[in-house]
């Protein structure tokens, strides 16, 4: 398949292996921001082909992982009501929110199903304005979650319902947005990161201006790059080949995706329903212009004030260190949770939930126990 197989070549793969390697001569540390890009490395065995100098951590950006509990709680309260139809990607549905000593049951949207909610899986906000429009005497919800990448589609869905005069739908809206994550990141006093490979999907949708202040600030070379095994292996190579010649730039690897201003409509529609706001991030706390919220004109259209949940919070569990795995700072199976406690089947933490998950990938590729 045109743009899959290429990107999967063996030996396109080990010519770039080589060529890591005779490029790194001292340590370094890289962070792959995206959870989808996780999960391409550790399916493939990405991290096998590097040298020793070279490390790769996990970032934040898995939508579902750093989706704060308290948020999670939310949309159980509002399921539950007899009157709503909730809908989500599926991915949501298991993630747990009560995730206490281990010993407790947890909740999660599936569990609302299963005991009468009408909570339904869609597969575009698109598909839940269209629930709304045929059911008026219901209130149906849509779960906006995700980065950039998601963001437009979701604008677009509370604009149609404004323009049609749709008033029985709502947004739960949990967006966070990347560059704040990484400079928080790159600030904190335990940064490892010494250079990134930036999400091409998110770059897509928003280009990559926004990250050329943050290399030069933070000294760091970013790399937009995709999400198949010699992408990230060319993106690895246009990083360490950066590092080792002191420059810090943003190079673009994803060029057939990705343009420097990237989609222009999309940020048009994202800029007229949604505005920056502070956001909660799971593990990490609360960062800075690091999120979405509706406009003040689409405010009738956000569900955490239809349903007077906003001000509901809540503590994160101590067990799941999910805040340091999504900051790079710990491996999955260095959580003592991993495998043991904390499975796909049982999670207590949504990185162990999601198709992005760090958790999740290592548990599903390499069955690494806590013990190992
Ligand atoms: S394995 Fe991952 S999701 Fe599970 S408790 Fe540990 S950090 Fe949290």
């Given at each position: 398949?045109?743009?899959?197989d290429?990107?999967?070549?063996?030996?396109?793969?080990?010519?770039?292996?080589?060529?890591?390697?005779?490029t790194?001569?001292?340590?370094?540390?890289?962070?792959?921001?995206?959870?989808?890009?996780?999960?391409?490395?550790v399916?493939?065995?990405?991290?096998?082909?590097l040298?020793?100098?070279?490390?790769?951590?996990?970032?934040?950006?898995?939508?579902?992982?750093?989706?704060?509990?308290?948020?999670?709680?939310?949309?159980?309260?509002?399921?539950s009501?007899?009157?709503?139809?909730?809908c989500?990607f599926?991915?949501?549905?298991?993630?747990p929110?009560?995730?206490?000593?281990?010993?407790?049951?947890?909740?999660?949207?599936?569990?609302?199903?299963?005991?009468g909610?009408?909570?339904?899986?869609?597969?575009?906000?698109?598909?839940?304005?269209?629930?709304?429009?045929?059911?008026?005497?219901?209130?149906?919800?849509?779960?906006?979650?995700?980065f950039?990448?998601?963001?437009?589609?979701?604008?677009?869905a509370v604009?149609?319902?404004?323009?049609?005069?749709?008033?029985?739908?709502?947004?739960?809206?949990?967006?966070?947005?990347?560059?704040?994550?990484?400079?928080?990141?790159l600030?904190?006093?335990?940064?490892?990161?010494?250079?990134?490979?930036?999400?091409?999907?998110?770059?897509?949708?928003?280009?990559?201006?926004?990250y050329?202040?943050?290399?030069?600030?933070?000294?760091?070379?970013?790399?937009?790059?995709?999400?198949?095994?010699?992408?990230?292996?060319q993106?690895?190579?246009?990083?360490?080949?950066?590092?080792?010649?002191?420059?810090?730039?943003?190079?673009?690897?994803?060029?057939?995706?990705?343009?420097?201003?990237?989609?222009r409509?999309?940020q048009?529609?994202?800029?007229?329903?949604?505005?920056?706001?502070p956001r909660?991030?799971?593990?990490?706390?609360?960062?800075?212009?690091?999120?979405?919220?509706?406009?003040?004109?689409y405010?009738?259209?956000?569900?955490?004030?239809r349903?007077?949940?906003?001000?509901?919070?809540?503590e994160?569990?101590?067990?799941?260190?999910?805040?340091?795995?999504?900051?790079?700072?710990?491996?999955?199976?260095e959580?003592?949770?991993?495998?043991?406690?904390?499975?796909?089947?049982?999670?207590?933490?949504?990185?162990?939930?999601?198709?992005?998950?760090?958790?999740?990938?290592?548990?599903?590729?390499?069955?690494?126990?806590?013990?190992?």
């Open positions: 398949m045109k743009f899959i290429e990107y999967r070549d063996r030996q396109a793969a080990e010519q770039f292996s080589r060529a890591i390697a005779a790194a001569k001292r340590s370094w540390t890289l962070m792959e921001v995206c959870g989808g890009q996780t999960h391409s490395i399916k493939f065995g990405v991290d096998e082909l040298p020793k100098e070279v490390t790769l951590v996990h970032g934040p950006g898995c939508p579902v992982c750093v989706t704060p509990v308290e948020l999670i709680e939310k949309a159980i309260e509002i399921a009501r007899p009157e709503v139809i909730f989500s599926g991915d949501m549905l298991r993630v929110a009560h995730v206490g000593d281990g010993h407790e049951t947890p909740m999660d949207l599936l569990s609302v199903k299963a005991q909610g009408d909570v339904r899986i869609v597969y575009s906000p698109l598909d839940a304005v269209q629930i709304a429009r045929k059911n008026p005497a219901r209130q149906v919800v849509f779960f906006a979650v995700g950039e990448t998601t963001a437009p589609a979701n604008a677009m604009f149609q319902a404004y323009q049609q005069g749709i008033s029985n739908f709502s947004l739960l809206v949990s967006h966070v947005l990347v560059p704040p994550a990484m400079e928080a990141i600030s904190s006093p335990d940064n490892r990161v010494q250079g990134f490979l930036a999400a091409g999907h998110v770059c897509t949708v928003m280009g990559y201006t926004e050329e202040p943050i290399a030069e600030k933070y000294h760091v070379p970013i790399v937009v790059t995709g999400f198949e095994p010699v992408d990230i292996l993106g690895i190579f246009l990083c360490v080949k950066q590092l080792e010649e002191g420059r810090a730039a943003v190079e673009n690897q994803y060029a057939r995706s990705v343009r420097r201003a990237g989609n409509a999309a048009q529609i994202i800029q007229e329903v949604f505005r920056v706001i909660k991030w799971r593990g990490v706390g609360e960062i800075p212009r690091s999120g979405l919220g509706l406009q003040e004109k405010r009738e259209y956000d569900a955490e004030v349903f007077g949940v906003a001000e509901h919070t809540t994160e569990s101590s067990e799941c260190i999910a805040g340091l795995v999504l900051r790079g700072i710990r491996k999955p199976h959580c003592l949770a991993f495998g043991a406690h904390c499975t796909p089947e049982r999670p207590l933490g949504a990185p162990m939930v999601s198709s992005e998950g760090a958790c999740a990938a290592y548990y599903r590729y390499r069955r690494l126990s806590c013990r190992d």
